[in-house]
Structure formats: C-alpha cells, structure tokens
C-alpha cells in the first residue's frame, strides 16, 4: 500500500482554516480517498485534553515554554496514534494546524528559543512532516476582527494577546513559507471562500496529484 498524504493548514486568527480545511476533505473524499480531518493541539483523546489547557483561561496562564512543550506532548500523541498510522493505512492526513503554529506562535510570538523549537521538531516530529502546508495570509487587523465576528463572547487565550502579536505572527509564517517553498505554498485568504477554495485546489493538484 503507498504511504497517505499529509496536508497541514497555517496561518493566524480568523484566516478560514478550518472550513476550508472541510471543504478540501469533502473534495478529497469525493475523488474516493480515504481522509483524515484533524486539528491540532487535538486530534486524539490525550491531545484533545491538553487543548482544553492550553487555549482556555487568561494569556499569562502558560509561559511561552511551558505552552511548547504542551504543544509538543499533544502533537506526539497525535503523530503516534492518529498521524502515522493513517498514513501507513494510505489516508489522506488533513490538520488544522500543525509544528509551523508552534515556530510561530511560541516561537517568533513568545520568544522561545528558535533552535530548541528545532530540537523539538527534530525529535518529536522526526520523519513526520507535512507533504504540503498550505500559509493562509492575512493582515492581522482583518483576522482578528473576523475572529472577533466570530466568537466575541469567548476569546480564546491567542486571540486575546493583541495586535503587534498577531502581526509578528504574519511575519514569521511568510517567513517560513519562504524558507521552504518545496512544503509551502501562501494562500491569499482576503477574498471570499469559494476563491480562496479555489486557490487550495490548485495548489493540492500541481503538487500532490489528487
Ligand atoms: P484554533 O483551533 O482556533 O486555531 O486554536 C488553536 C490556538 O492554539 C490558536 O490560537 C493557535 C494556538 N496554537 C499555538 O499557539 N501553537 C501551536 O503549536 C498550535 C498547534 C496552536
């Protein structure tokens, strides 16, 4: 059987990951793959627990190194229970997030230490790495207030560490798409859904043949 596809989508608040990430399975499933829709910090029954930690409650709940290593107890679950299997079963893995959020978020955001996310990357992802990820762009100004829209009664912990944060993160996913353009690809996400959709297609199809 030949190994599964692994699709991770990035980017910061209020950018339409997640339903877009919906709407790829849905065109995935109707050319007869097997899929996999999933989340991070999430996924499996322990991750799942460690997200309730980590995205509720106040903004100094965690120190930015406490929350990697968190983010990476939860991403080991993951990969070790859900990722790696299913892509040894040939399923298409599709993750709403993944170890770009943690280099951008704890790590360009929080300051940690850029060099041990890589240590950590090197040890817990070790050969588990997306085959495509997909950096949804967007002024932070325009996320947060979509996010905003979206769930003004319960801002979760990130979306309530304000502007220059969220700018910083910007900046660092173009900076990761840049530094590996063989995994990522910058999706524009200012326009409507079905463009938006429309650009992921046609980057699943050059690069993963669906
Ligand atoms: P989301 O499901 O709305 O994207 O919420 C998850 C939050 O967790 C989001 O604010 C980004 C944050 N996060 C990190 O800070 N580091 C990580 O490694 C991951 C996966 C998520």
């Known amino acids: 059987m030949t190994r599964g596809r692994f699709i991770s989508f990035e980017g910061g ?20 793959h097997k899929v996999n829709l999933t989340r991070e910090p999430g996924g499996t029954a322990g991750a799942e627990s460690l997200r309730g930690l980590l995205v509720e409650g106040g903004t100094e709940r965690w120190s930015p190194l406490s929350e990697a290593l968190l983010m990476y107890a939860a991403r080991r679950d993951h990969i070790e229970r859900l990722i790696r299997p299913g892509l040894a079963r040939g399923e298409w893995i599709v993750c709403d997030r993944f170890a770009d959020s943690s280099r951008a978020y704890q790590g360009a955001g929080g300051g940690v230490d850029p060099d041990f996310i890589s240590a950590l990357e090197k040890w817990v992802l070790e050969d588990t790495r997306p085959d495509l990820t997909l950096i949804f762009d967007l002024p932070a100004e325009i996320g947060l207030e979509r996010a905003g829209l979206r769930d003004a009664a319960a801002q979760g912990r990130f979306e309530a560490k304000g502007l220059k944060f969220h700018q910083t993160l910007r900046t660092e996913f173009l900076a990761i798409a840049k530094a590996h353009p063989e995994r990522c690809v910058v999706i524009d996400a200012s326009p409507g859904p079905d463009t938006v959709e429309d650009q992921i297609w046609a980057a699943v199809s050059a690069r993963l043949d669906p």
Do not use: F, N, P, V
């Open 13 to 32: 608040e209020g950018a339409g990951k997640s339903t877009q990430a919906r709407r790829l399975a849905e065109r995935l499933i109707a050319r007869d």
